[in-house]
């Protein structure tokens, strides 16, 4: 039996390498356990079904590589990719989602993930990227490497957006909470109703892992959202 999110247990002997399986979808695990299960130098240590926990077995079980899904409840895979990293560098993430936008892309990479496939990936192909991140190198489909390539040659084009898990109309939702806009103020701005704006500061604040609307305008304000481009407070 692997060991559950919150329990431990070390795959023995120095030859396999190691990996901890993120995900919060069961049949997800079972099918990267049953690809990593037949070949012999890859050994898997555990699972986590949430990103905190994902942190937690990763201290406990010093896995070599950690295959990381990024939409994670408690802790977004992202967050969980930066602490894993800054705790013990020699851990090598390997994203594996079903995202392949840009900010999520480099969000990843510059949280210090070794490696980002797309989930739909082959085995062979996960196992090949494994052996790779063990080995210390980074790991990227080839579409994904072409991008990195261009972006790492032209540079951005702009700073990548704050909170990636967040849709593009959300962001700019919580950017009004944050400049302390009411809900039916934001709705009058963005020509929705305050239902509409009501059930989308709910999910941000599902997707952030906040409880409550407070604690939603500290973070964005700590992330540089809620003020006009000249840096003045938006005015209600």
């Known amino acids: 039996m692997l060991p559950a999110a919150g329990q431990g247990g070390v795959v ?8 901890l399986l993120v995900d919060d979808h069961p049949l997800v695990r079972q099918g990267l356990q049953a690809v990593l299960s037949v070949v012999d130098d890859i050994a898997v240590a555990g699972e986590a079904s949430d990103g905190r926990a994902a942190v937690e077995l990763a201290a406990e079980l010093e896995p070599d590589v950690i295959i990381m899904d990024l939409q994670l ?45 797309l ?16 080995a210390g190198q980074a790991v990227f489909g080839a579409a994904l490497a072409q991008r990195l390539r261009t972006w790492f040659t032209r540079g951005p ?57 407070g604690q939603a305008i500290v973070a964005a304000r700590d992330a540089g959202l809620g003020r006009r481009p000249d840096g003045a407070p938006e005015r209600p």
């Open 12 to 19: 023995t002997g120095d030859g396999p390498i190691t990996v």
């Open 157 to 213: 084009r702009a700073p990548a957006e704050p909170f990636p898990q967040l849709t593009a109309r959300e962001r700019e939702i919580l950017d009004r909470v944050a400049a302390g806009l009411t809900n039916p103020q934001i709705g009058q701005r963005m020509f929705l109703s305050a239902k509409t704006v009501a059930n989308n500061v709910s999910t941000i604040l599902a997707k952030l892992q906040l409880a409550e609307r």
């Open 73 to 117: 409840p408690e802790l977004h895979g992202i967050d969980a990719t930066r602490e894993i990293v800054a705790a013990r560098p020699g851990t090598a993430v390997l994203v594996l989602t079903m995202f392949e936008d840009d900010d999520m892309v480099f969000s990843a990479v510059s949280a210090g993930a070794a490696g980002y496939l």
């Open 119 to 134: 989930k739909g990936a082959a085995g062979a192909d996960i196992v090949t990227a494994v052996r790779a991140a063990g």
